[in-house]
C-alpha cells in the first residue's frame, strides 16, 4: 500500500476512535501525561500526539493560582507555511475532549494572554485572544475541516468550544520572561 493512502487510512481510524465517548473518558488522563514525560525527555524536540496533529507546549499562568502550568495541546497552524517554523499564528480548540466544561488552560490564557509555546523545539512568546463572532466561525470551519472529530465534540456538549488564536509577541513587547518562560 502507498504510504499516502496508509497515512489517510491512520489518520480516519484516529478520527474515528476519536470521536467516541469512551475516548473522552481516558484520552484527558493519558495523552497529556505522555505528552509531557515525551517532551521533557526529548528536551522539546518530541511531543508524542504531534505525530499526528500538530502540536504545543503551553506555559501559562494559573487564573487563580499564578503558577506556571504546561499543557500539551493539539494546534492548527495558520498562514501560507502551515506548521513551518516561521509560522505566526495558531489557533487553539478547548475541546477538552468534548466533556461538559471548558478545559483550564482556556482561563488560564483569557486571565493571563502573554504565554510561552514549545513549537517544533523552539520556545515562543505569544499572545492568546478569543475568537468571537465572525472570525470565530471563519475559523471554526478551518478546523472541522482540519480535524472533523471537533464537530463531534461540539455536539456532545452545550457550551461552545473556545477558540483561542495564539499569536508571536515581538521582541520589544514580549517583556521579562521567569526561569519556566511565562511573562511575570
Request: net charge positive.
Amino acid at each position: 500500500m502507498a504510504p499516502g493512502i496508509r497515512s489517510r487510512a491512520v489518520v480516519r481510524s484516529v478520527q474515528r476512535v476519536s470521536s467516541t465517548r469512551a475516548f473522552a473518558r481516558v484520552a484527558p488522563h493519558l495523552i497529556p501525561a505522555l505528552d509531557r514525560a515525551v517532551h521533557r525527555l526529548t528536551r522539546g524536540k518530541v511531543l508524542l500526539s504531534a505525530q499526528l496533529l500538530p502540536g504545543i507546549v503551553l506555559t501559562v499562568r494559573g487564573a487563580r493560582s499564578g503558577l506556571e502550568r504546561r499543557t500539551p495541546l493539539a494546534c492548527m497552524p495558520e498562514g501560507p507555511e502551515q506548521g513551518a517554523a516561521g509560522t505566526g499564528s495558531w489557533i487553539l480548540v478547548g475541546s477538552n475532549f468534548g466533556r461538559a466544561d471548558h478545559p483550564a488552560w482556556t482561563a488560564n490564557l483569557l486571565a493571563h494572554p502573554d504565554a510561552v509555546i514549545s513549537w517544533q523545539g523552539e520556545d515562543i512568546p505569544v499572545t492568546a485572544r478569543l475568537l468571537e463572532g465572525e472570525e470565530r466561525d471563519a475559523a471554526w470551519k478551518a478546523v472541522l475541516a482540519f480535524w472533523p472529530p471537533y464537530a463531534t465534540y461540539q455536539a456532545r456538549i452545550d457550551r461552545e468550544i473556545r477558540l483561542l488564536r495564539i499569536v508571536r509577541r515581538s521582541a520589544q513587547r514580549s517583556g521579562r520572561q521567569s526561569p519556566g518562560g511565562c511573562p511575570e
